[in-house]
């Protein structure tokens, strides 16, 4: 094999592994903008003609985070969205991926919490140099119900508690002990 081929097909490998890992943090990145109600950061990952489907909920993707975070925000207090097995097929410009979600979302009334699980189905395109959603379809497999209440039995005291906007410490550059500031339990 020829040092010049042996480049090329570097090359090539390199470009999947790049490809590969800026698709995973554009679906990452979906997820984190959507538990922090970030919608600028759940905004950039979806192209400007890119839709969400969430059951009955069809939204263009820009205009997605603003409206889940709507409904969102009128029944529960917090979310975390959890992605797990992920898997990736690229084609050129366009990837279609599955990555399994689970998600918790803890009621207002301060005992409930919800679990669901489920997926979501991506085609991922590749424009001007970008990756981001053209589409994404949801799927709900299960549900079940908790009790948080032991959040608020004193169990928990001290430990950071998350905000749904960029005072949230994971927004902190640089991420300091001592002078960030952060809500607890």
Known sequence: MS??????????????????I???DCVMNQSRGHDRHDVELMASVYHHDGVDEHGPAVARGPEYGEQSNDAHASVFVDHLHNIT????????DEAHCE???????RARDGKSVYLFGGRY???????????????RRCTLEWTM?????????GAFAGFIKGTWDKSDPSYARPLRLDETPVERW
């Open 121 to 135: 189905l991506d085609r991922i395109e590749r424009r001007d140099g970008e990756w981001k959603i053209a589409l």
């Open 22 to 24: 800026a698709i995973l």
């Open 85 to 92: 097995t992920h898997t990736c097929e690229i084609d050129g």
């Open 145 to 153: 119900q908790g009790d948080t209440s032991l959040l608020a039995s």
């Open 99 to 105: 990555s399994y979600v689970i998600g918790a979302m």
């Open 3 to 20: 040092v010049e081929h042996e480049l090329e097909e570097l090359r090539h490998e390199l470009r999947h592994v790049k490809d590969r």
